[in-house]
């Protein structure tokens, strides 16, 4: 499968629990891209990463929030003390050049 | 703040009709891209047109662009049902893609 992965697909967890979502972009992809979406709305950019660099983050990035991209292969999302606002769908992308490829999303439910 | 905008909102047509959504947007752009998400799913990339051009075809999808209005449209020809998605313009400004709010397409078989 030459596509991106994400995994989990969907998550429930209690308010004030820690999550950690992985994805797995395209292997020759150098730029690694995470967005947020809630329903009804587009996805919201969060973080940037060109190989293991993190060059941007949102302010939506609150210091709740870690993304990291070891060996600039695979990234994690890490969410400490959850919210039920962060419940979302949680977006990865990667790309080459000016076209993103979007994994199929984690969806993130916070009871 | 996102930097497109779809309109219409919602839109549902019959099978076989054409769908045409419009994208505004607010900066200078060196391309616009077309993205298209079924429920639930991840973003799927339909078509990238250049500032410098102004309309661009793609099997059933024909997308123009007027850089002076800041504004794009997709259209879909003789629609399916297998159309029925949501449809969000995107510009890649510095490192980040700014999508619209996306515009909500049922085509009724």
């Known amino acids: 499968d030459t596509g991106v992965s994400q995994d989990p697909r969907h998550k429930i967890t209690k308010r004030g629990q820690n999550v950690t979502f992985r994805c797995d972009p395209i292997?020759?992809?150098?730029?690694l891209y995470w967005y947020r979406q809630t329903l009804g709305q587009g996805p919201e950019f969060l973080t940037y990463?060109?190989?293991?660099?993190?060059?941007?983050k949102s302010r939506l990035l609150s210091d709740r929030f870690s993304a990291e991209r070891p060996k600039g292969s695979f990234s994690t999302l890490e969410i400490q003390r959850t919210e039920q606002g962060d419940s979302a769908m949680y977006l990865c992308?990667?790309?080459?050049?000016?076209?993103?490829?979007f994994g199929p999303g984690t969806r993130l439910t916070v009871t | 703040s996102q930097q497109g905008e779809e309109d219409p909102q919602a839109l549902s047509i019959q099978e076989g009709e054409n769908a045409t959504m419009n994208c505004s947007y607010k900066?200078?752009?060196?391309?616009l891209q077309w993205y298209r998400q079924n429920s639930g799913r991840g973003l799927v990339h339909l078509i990238l047109?250049?500032?410098?051009?102004r309309e661009k075809h793609s099997g059933r999808l024909r997308v123009t662009l007027d850089t002076s209005k800041k504004s794009s449209s997709l259209l879909i020809t003789a629609s399916r049902a297998a159309d029925t998605a949501s449809y969000f313009c995107?510009?890649?400004?510095?490192?980040?893609?700014?999508f619209g709010t996306g515009t909500s397409l049922t085509v009724i078989p």
């Open positions: 992308a990667s790309s080459l050049g000016p076209i993103a490829v």
């Open positions: 292997s020759e992809h150098n730029r």
């Open positions: 990463f060109q190989n293991e660099a993190q060059l941007e």
């Open positions: 900066t200078s752009i060196n391309n």
């Open positions: 047109i250049r500032s410098n051009e």
């Open positions: 995107a510009i890649l400004t510095g490192n980040q893609f700014y």
